[in-house]
């Protein structure tokens, strides 16, 4: 084969366009491949780490909206019969609300692959914190209204857990 002189020679053209379509497609093909890899990136590790980072956040919404509830005691005989069953339904809502993120909490450090890789690096909290705050909000949601036949001993506990709480999750106060 000639080397090409002018742009002109059909045989220049020819292998101008082979070389421009195989540039192509191979620019398409690893443009796939890494958009491929990039979204299985981001499904299995960003928004699972994304998730346990959001669920903090609700806890910590949660410990400060409803501490009042988690520390007044309340002696549901007492309340009138008319308004027993709305306070009923009031606190099952918070014990709800806690227990929620703490199961989610839990279940963020069961099912991230390479938990530890990202525990080192800090992109999650240590995994043995998780699974404890995890027993406290649980412990929290348990607590909900405090027994007044407790006293000031289930206002504590309920007090305890939320700032063991906190000190796990890292949630400053």
């Known amino acids: ?40 990136f981001v499904t299995l590790f960003l928004k699972r780490i994304e998730l346990q980072a959001r669920t903090v956040e609700e806890i910590a919404e949660a410990l400060v909206m409803y501490a009042r509830d988690y520390t007044g005691p309340i002696n549901l005989p007492e309340v009138d019969e008319e308004h027993r069953e709305t306070v009923r339904q009031k606190l099952l809502e918070i014990q709800t609300v806690f227990r929620r993120p703490a199961a989610r909490l839990r279940a963020s450090a069961q099912t991230l692959w390479l938990y530890r890789v990202f525990e080192t690096v800090k992109l999650v909290l240590p995994k043995a914190d998780v699974i404890e705050a995890s027993k406290e909000l649980i412990g929290l949601s348990n607590s909900v209204p405090p027994d007044v036949r407790q006293g000031f001993d289930g206002i504590q506990v309920a007090m305890d857990s939320a700032k063991n709480v906190r000190r796990l999750l890292r949630i400053q106060t």
């Open 1 to 40: 084969m000639r080397p090409c002189i002018t742009a002109s020679s059909y045989d220049c053209k020819g292998i101008t366009l082979a070389s421009a379509i195989v540039t192509a497609s191979v620019t398409a093909f690893f443009g796939v491949v890494v958009l491929v890899l990039g979204q299985i």
